[in-house]
């Protein structure tokens, strides 16, 4: 069910102020000096946060979208998890990149938890390469759950073994699309990365790959491993894949691909170093928005006791049955807590390499925002 968004708002809070606490030792030395001259006072009980009795789940996708569909399991979920079960009303607005969402989000949305966002990864990365379509920080969305997908770099066997200098034809939808990552790692690495763009959809480069137009495949999106299993059909080896993220904010092999490297012990084994840097930083956070089919996020100001209690249906909306066929169907990972804040927070980046990706995509790719 389609519901208009909530008014415009103000984006500002009060801020309120607390008493500084006195330290352990200077505590007990004063209550040691000073004996209280009155019984103490019972405080009452602080109330359980009030929550209301319908929410709205903001989905960053079209009607009938990928993303609805999520937005409907989801939002049914949750309705169950949170407390009192509140209604929950399921808003599809804009189109497959989620910008157009996400800024409705932003611009519209005050921070009092009655609100979500539904965002696909494609709009953290149009927000990390400075898109001026782009309204908000992606940096400051406070994760609730999230879904990544795996992402894996097939080559063909003719361009291996990777050596400095070796023609490496990239698969790519633009210069800023779910490719990007691939584009920057075998550019890192040192090889003459040349970029076929155009190929939007998965099927299109899979068919390039096929008719040897293409060198290098980025499997990726939804229904990953039987993309692999069609490029090795065509003669692909699986090289290396982007990887995950754990909660200390190191890099991690992907879960059903346990043997291949991430591109970083790639880069090792080719070049004796790890890879580092601002460059190194951008790859990282445009890798994890690749592989972020969706990130369930709150405002920047959302109080942490409303935080807390849409982690907690977090926690129980995967669970369910009709969360967990629709990941099963797509194979997509649903995370919630630790790994979903690591998983979301993976995406943004520092200034240094907000300014190191958008120099080489204007440098290396001649791509300027419009």
């Given at each position: 069910?389609?519901?208009?968004?909530?008014?415009?708002g103000?984006?500002h809070?009060?801020?309120w102020?607390?008493?500084?606490?006195?330290?352990?030792?200077?505590?007990?030395?004063?209550?040691?000096?000073?004996?209280?001259?009155?019984?103490?006072?019972?405080?009452?009980?602080?109330p359980?946060?009030?929550?209301?009795?319908?929410?709205?789940?903001?989905?960053?996708?079209?009607?009938?979208?990928?993303?609805c569909?999520?937005?409907?399991a989801?939002?049914a979920a949750?309705?169950?998890?949170?407390?009192?079960?509140?209604k929950v009303?399921?808003?599809?607005?804009?189109?497959?990149?989620?910008?157009?969402?996400?800024?409705?989000?932003?611009?519209?949305?005050?921070?009092?938890?009655?609100t979500v966002?539904?965002?696909?990864?494609?709009?953290?990365?149009?927000?990390?390469?400075?898109?001026?379509?782009?309204?908000?920080?992606?940096?400051?969305?406070?994760?609730?759950?999230?879904?990544?997908?795996?992402?894996?770099?097939?080559?063909?066997?003719?361009?291996?073994?990777?050596?400095?200098?070796?023609?490496?034809?990239?698969?790519?939808?633009?210069?800023?699309?779910?490719?990007?990552?691939?584009?920057?790692?075998?550019?890192?690495?040192?090889?003459?990365m040349?970029?076929?763009?155009?190929?939007?959809?998965?099927?299109?480069?899979?068919?390039?790959?096929?008719?040897?137009?293409?060198?290098?495949?980025?499997?990726?999106?939804?229904?990953?491993?039987?993309?692999?299993?069609?490029?090795?059909?065509?003669?692909?080896?699986?090289?290396?894949?982007?990887?995950?993220?754990?909660?200390?904010?190191?890099p991690?092999?992907?879960?059903?691909?346990?043997?291949?490297?991430?591109?970083?012990?790639?880069?090792?084994?080719?070049?004796?170093?790890?890879?580092?840097?601002?460059?190194?930083?951008?790859?990282?956070?445009?890798a994890?928005?690749?592989?972020?089919?969706?990130?369930?996020?709150?405002?920047?100001?959302?109080?942490?006791?409303m935080?807390?209690?849409?982690?907690?249906?977090?926690?129980?909306?995967?669970?369910?049955?009709s969360?967990?066929?629709l990941?099963?169907?797509?194979?997509?990972?649903?995370?919630?807590?630790v790994?979903?804040?690591?998983?979301?927070?993976?995406?943004?980046?520092?200034?240094?390499?907000?300014?190191d990706?958008?120099?080489?995509?204007s440098?290396?790719?001649?791509?300027?925002?419009?």
């Amino acid at each position: 069910m389609t519901e208009p968004l909530p008014p415009l708002g103000r984006r500002h809070v009060l801020a309120w102020m607390t008493a500084p606490l006195l330290a352990s030792g200077a505590g007990e030395a004063y209550a040691a000096a000073t004996p209280p001259a009155v019984p103490p006072v019972a405080v009452a009980p602080v109330p359980a946060v009030p929550f209301p009795d319908g929410v709205t789940l903001l989905v960053a996708g079209p009607e009938g979208g990928t993303l609805c569909h999520w937005g409907e399991a989801v939002g049914a979920a949750l309705g169950q998890a949170l407390p009192a079960s509140p209604k929950v009303r399921t808003n599809c607005a804009g189109g497959t990149d989620g910008v157009t969402g996400a800024n409705q989000f932003e611009a519209r949305v005050p921070p009092d938890g009655t609100t979500v966002l539904l965002t696909p990864g494609s709009a953290a990365l149009d927000w990390l390469a400075g898109d001026p379509r782009t309204h908000f920080d992606a940096g400051r969305w406070v994760p609730v759950m999230a879904g990544i997908t795996s992402a894996i770099v097939v080559a063909q066997q003719g361009i291996l073994p990777l050596k400095p200098g070796r023609t490496v034809r990239v698969a790519a939808s633009g210069p800023v699309g779910p490719q990007l990552p691939a584009m920057l790692a075998f550019d890192g690495m040192g090889v003459h990365m040349v970029p076929v763009f155009g190929l939007i959809e998965q099927d299109a480069a899979i068919a390039a790959f096929t008719a040897g137009k293409v060198d290098a495949v980025l499997a990726c999106g939804t229904n990953v491993p039987q993309q692999v299993a069609r490029l090795r059909a065509a003669g692909g080896q699986p090289l290396f894949c982007l990887g995950g993220t754990s909660g200390a904010n190191t890099p991690i092999r992907d879960a059903r691909f346990g043997e291949l490297p991430t591109w970083a012990e790639l880069h090792q084994s080719l070049h004796g170093t790890a890879p580092s840097g601002p460059r190194y930083d951008a790859y990282r956070a445009v890798a994890a928005a690749t592989q972020l089919e969706f990130g369930l996020v709150l405002s920047q100001l959302t109080s942490a006791a409303m935080v807390a209690l849409w982690r907690r249906a977090g926690e129980q909306a995967i669970t369910t049955q009709s969360v967990q066929m629709l990941a099963k169907s797509s194979a997509v990972h649903p995370l919630d807590g630790v790994a979903a804040a690591a998983a979301t927070a993976s995406v943004a980046a520092d200034t240094a390499a907000l300014i190191d990706l958008r120099g080489w995509l204007s440098n290396r790719l001649n791509w300027r925002p419009a």
